[in-house]
């Protein structure tokens, strides 16, 4: 009996046409500031492929065979620059012929640095941004007719600088752009990857004056990073930094540079110099012996060391801005003195750190 009454209440459902369910691209992105970014807009419905590891630089990078069959099969592909990964560019012969290639910093909206010359840029002739499409930008300390190619001189650094993820307007327009891309190829979600764009920068908005507010003492603060990766964050935020050790690739420098360096640390008068977890911190040692400069803070560009997903971006500029303020205030500090360093002197940021 009871059999017998189930049986029409299944049948209808039995029979009934297969929900069609909306097919989730596949997408590989460069690095982890991006994939936070694409993630943000993806959501629940899936996660990017990451190409380049954290704790891996960009600038120079063999892809494992994981990585490159991620790449082959993505039917979009997100990355910064050509100029961040010139190999990446190449490795992308890989893809279908059908697959979306999006190239962040060419796309609408983004707002483009030129490199920055010498190695401390007070000196050098004020620069310019090539794609200015708001007004609250700071693009005093830009680049120079100074080249510095001969008698051991580094090579003038021709060309955009590829670090735009760290102006957090770029990263509200790439939002913009990544979420269309998305919607073009699973218009199932769309409604979904808009909502979920219009939110991310409703977030970064949120950010911005967030960290103006933390920034709002210290435009004057005097520091040095170790590669030229961060004016977009120095001009977004008016803190400018006093140097940079090495050249937007973190090539290693010249002799010629690290004496630029050594010879107005006290003429510009450095507090910090900021390192970074991917390189050697006896490099950063051996220029500031002597000075009295701070070097046991770490920052960096990518937040290696962060837990990969949506909120690793703005965990990345709390960090950055964090770092600049302490600073600033003059709460850099050896390792065990009472701040809210890790074991290798890196800041805090937020309690995100993994």
């Not at 982890?32 to 993806?42: E, G």
């Not at 990017?48 to 490159?68: C, F, K, N, T, W």
Request: glycine residues 8%; aromatic residues 6%.
């Amino acid at each position: 009996m009871k059999n017998t009454l189930l049986r029409p209440l299944c049948l209808p459902w039995l029979l009934a046409p297969a929900v069609a369910v909306a097919e989730v691209p596949a997408v590989a992105v460069d690095i982890p500031p991006v994939h936070s970014l694409v993630d943000r807009i993806m959501g629940e419905l899936g996660s990017p492929d990451l190409v380049i590891q954290p704790g891996a630089s960009p600038h120079g990078y063999s892809m494992r065979p994981s990585e490159a069959e991620a790449l082959a099969r993505a039917e979009v592909a997100f990355w910064v620059s050509d100029d961040l990964t010139p190999w990446l560019a190449r490795a992308q012969d890989s893809l279908a012929d059908e697959a979306r290639k999006v190239e962040l910093m060419q796309t609408p909206g983004t707002r483009r640095l030129a490199y920055r010359q010498g190695a401390t840029f007070e000196a050098h002739d004020h620069g310019h941004d090539d794609h200015s499409h708001d007004g609250h930008g700071h693009d005093e300390h830009g680049h120079d007719d100074h080249g510095h190619d001969d008698h051991g001189h580094d090579p003038a650094h021709e060309g955009g600088d590829p670090h735009g993820w760290l102006d957090p307007v770029n990263a509200q327009a790439w939002l913009e752009v990544i979420a269309a891309s998305l919607a073009d190829l699973d218009p199932g979600n769309a409604d979904t990857y808009r909502r979920n764009a219009a939110e991310g920068q409703a977030e970064l908005t949120a950010l911005v004056e967030e960290l103006e507010a933390r920034l709002a003492d210290a435009h004057e603060a005097r520091f040095i990073v170790f590669h030229d990766a961060y004016q977009y964050f120095e001009n977004r935020f008016d803190v400018p930094a006093a140097g940079a050790i090495s050249l937007g690739d973190a090539s290693e420098p010249s002799p010629a540079r690290v004496r630029e360096i050594q010879d107005r640390v006290a003429e510009l008068g450095v507090q910090c110099v900021f390192r970074e977890p991917q390189y050697n911190p006896a490099l950063v040692e051996s220029v500031f012996e002597g000075t009295g400069v701070e070097t046991s803070l770490v920052i960096d560009p990518l937040g290696v060391d962060l837990p990969l997903g949506a909120e690793l971006y703005p965990q990345l500029l709390r960090r950055l801005a964090d770092g600049v303020a302490r600073c600033a205030a003059n709460e850099a500090s050896p390792r065990g003195h009472g701040h809210d360093h890790d074991d290798e002197g890196r800041i805090d940021g937020g309690g995100a750190s993994s």
